[in-house]
């Protein structure tokens, strides 16, 4: 892919091709009805949100914040912000108002879109904290705003200042001088650690992600995209662009949780996600067959074992499968494979993106073995997304993160730690020189924090190196292994495993309380509350059968000795999890210190 446009001009290159051919798929808010906008509408909004920034009064390279979860209008808002080279940082739709506070003040923020209630209902309390912040702008005009705040206004009202593009000569300037070395946004880190940090994101980053990506993950116009992760997300941001680049249709899922229901409305062709979604996927199908009769378990048995054969054992390796396996494998892909995709809204499946966490072998065989093309990656926020990613159609190793994309070079450092160099590494963190200084090597590597290594031209992780637990016995632990592999216990919701500085491993574990319920009701275990069912022996004993048979292949050290259901999820608001859902190890630490100091009483 050739990217000949530059994002402020992005949408306007692609309306004059793709005219009223539709562009985006999305449910307004509040509605369940789905709806559709043509190139050339989102084109003529972006214009106008433009014309209607200028108004304002937005500068070159002023930053301007969207705290909203996905949406039409904020893409509108992304792109009009380019057009006049602003600068946009997008919040999760989860912040707290601490978190805004702090982004808003750190960066200077004058202009505030929001989405729904919530978000409106946190800016406006740190509104008065905020000394630079002059306007809020709402997505959603259902919001109820405060007959005492002068300083909001709908999104429809703000639009109306760019009515006829009076501002329309200075648009076509700025969009003329817009460069490569322009700012495009600074994305905050939530961070398992300490504050965000904003990591600076140029259009010359953008630009070289496209151009590498397109070589690996050939989305065409003829593609039809599902946004499931949050715009906030630098995985869903670049990759919602690039597909964009290449015409192909966007659905906005602006609700994460209704994802699985907007897939079967919409039957998307690609979709990016996290290892926790296939996850699910593998439980609920599972999940399914075990309901299902003798037969029924029998013949999916079968055809996942024909399915592993043909695309695991034989085409992931690059062999080609023998004719007898590969008429069985189509005859079954035709028929079970076929239903189990249509079930997840999935009959015209083209390939899936997939990174953020590791992923279990367990479950990255199963996608490829019904079917299903996932493309495992990784990359961070500061490389803006892909470091490495499976090839769509060449051999891969299950395990792996992929080859390294184009234009990056990748050394083992101290500690085995991944260093990057490249045109799509950040040149670091928005004021903080500090921390920009030590996130690099003297001769202009970024240190990831991930260890790993190169094997055959693909690149294998490990873990977090500061996420690494070292027993008090000097054995070193890697928790997140430890969790990928027992999340895909379709009992198990959240996982956080204890090991640092203690005798053995032991883990807190949330439960999916739904299953466990029914596990108690049909096996006659009494139960008030989630309280009594986590503490009830019979319960405990079940989960302890399922762990141990989840964990044979571990090292005996690495093995969870002990572990306490919990009676309730881990929270954001508590600090417990970040908003990409990674777990605050510290913070776990302290809050559930009695729980966990219970578990090494002798």
């Known amino acids: 892919m050739e990217t000949k446009y530059h994002m402020s001009v992005l949408i306007q290159e692609q309306a004059k091709k793709y005219g009223d051919r539709e562009m985006l798929i999305y449910q307004p808010f509040g509605s369940k009805q789905w709806q559709s906008l043509s190139w050339r509408e989102v084109s003529q909004t972006v214009t106008q949100v433009s014309n209607a920034l200028l108004n304002l009064g937005v500068k070159v390279q002023e930053n301007i914040g969207i705290f909203s979860q996905n949406s039409v209008q904020y893409i509108e808002c992304d792109f009009g912000a380019w057009g006049v080279r602003a600068v946009t940082i997008p919040f999760y739709a989860t912040s707290s108002e601490q978190q805004i506070q702090f982004m808003v003040n750190d960066a200077k923020i004058r202009f505030l879109f929001v989405g729904e209630q919530d978000q409106y209902?946190?800016?406006?309390?740190?509104?008065?904290?905020?000394?630079?912040?002059?306007?809020?702008?709402?997505?959603?005009?259902?919001?109820?705003?405060?007959?005492?705040?002068?300083?909001?206004?709908?999104?429809?009202?703000?639009?109306?200042?760019?009515?006829?593009?009076?501002?329309?000569?200075?648009?076509?300037?700025?969009?003329?001088?817009?460069s490569f070395d322009d700012i495009a946004n600074i994305l905050y880190t939530s961070g398992t650690t300490g504050d965000s940090k904003g990591v600076i994101l140029t259009h010359g980053q953008f630009n070289a992600a496209f151009v590498a990506n397109s070589k690996c993950v050939p989305v065409t116009e003829h593609d039809r995209i599902m946004n499931f992760l949050p715009y906030t997300h630098i995985f869903e941001r670049g990759w919602a662009i690039l597909c964009l680049y290449a015409g192909a249709t966007m659905i906005v899922n602006t609700h994460p949780q209704d994802v699985q229901q907007s897939m079967r409305d919409t039957h998307p062709t690609c979709m990016s996600a996290v290892p926790r979604f296939w996850e699910k996927v593998y439980m609920g199908v599972m999940d399914k067959i075990e309901h299902s009769g003798a037969v029924e378990r029998r013949v999916f048995r079968h055809a996942l074992r024909v399915g592993r054969r043909h695309n695991i054992e034989y085409l992931s390796l690059g062999k080609k499968p023998p004719l007898a396996l590969h008429a069985e494998y189509q005859m079954l892909n035709c028929t079970v494979f076929s239903l189990v995709r249509k079930e997840l809204g999935l009959e015209n499946a083209h390939f899936f993106p997939t990174a953020g966490a590791a992923v279990s072998a367990h479950v990255e065989e199963f996608v490829h073995s019904i079917g299903i093309n996932m493309i495992v990656g990784y990359g961070l926020t500061e490389s803006l997304a892909t470091v490495s990613c499976d090839h769509l159609g060449k051999p891969f190793t299950v395990g792996s993160v992929g080859i390294p994309i184009e234009g990056i070079s990748i050394r083992i450092g101290d500690n085995d730690e991944v260093l990057l160099k490249g045109p799509t590494i950040t040149r670091g963190y928005y004021n903080r020189d500090d921390l920009t200084q030590a996130a690099f090597t003297e001769d202009g590597y970024f240190r990831t924090g991930d260890a790993g290594y190169l094997k055959d031209g693909e690149l294998f992780l490990k873990d977090r190196i500061k996420d690494l637990f070292k027993t008090s016995n000097g054995k070193y632990i890697a928790p997140q292994m430890i969790e990928s592999k027992l999340l895909v216990d379709k009992y198990i919701d959240q996982i956080a495993v204890i090991a640092d500085e203690r005798k053995f491993v032991s883990a807190l574990i949330i439960p999916v309380y739904s299953l466990l319920e029914e596990y108690a009701r049909e096996h006659s275990i009494p139960f008030q509350s989630r309280e009594q069912l986590c503490a009830d022996p019979q319960i405990i004993?079940?989960?302890?059968?399922?762990?141990?048979?989840?964990?044979?292949?571990?090292?005996?050290?690495?093995?969870?000795?002990?572990?306490?259901?919990?009676?309730?999820?881990?929270?954001?608001?508590?600090?417990?999890l970040t908003n990409t859902l990674k777990i605050r190890r510290r913070v776990l630490n302290e809050n559930y210190k009695e729980q966990i100091d219970a578990m090494y009483e002798e």
């Open 121 to 178: 209902d946190k800016a406006r309390r740190a509104f008065s904290l905020c000394p630079t912040l002059e306007r809020i702008i709402v997505f959603d005009p259902a919001v109820h705003i405060s007959s005492h705040d002068p300083n909001a206004i709908y999104f429809t009202d703000f639009l109306k200042l760019g009515e006829g593009s009076p501002r329309q000569t200075e648009v076509d300037r700025l969009r003329q001088e817009a």
């Open 541 to 576: 004993a079940m989960m302890k059968e399922r762990i141990d048979t989840l964990q044979q292949q571990l090292a005996h050290y690495e093995q969870v000795k002990r572990f306490t259901l919990l009676p309730h999820h881990l929270s954001m608001e508590k600090g417990e």
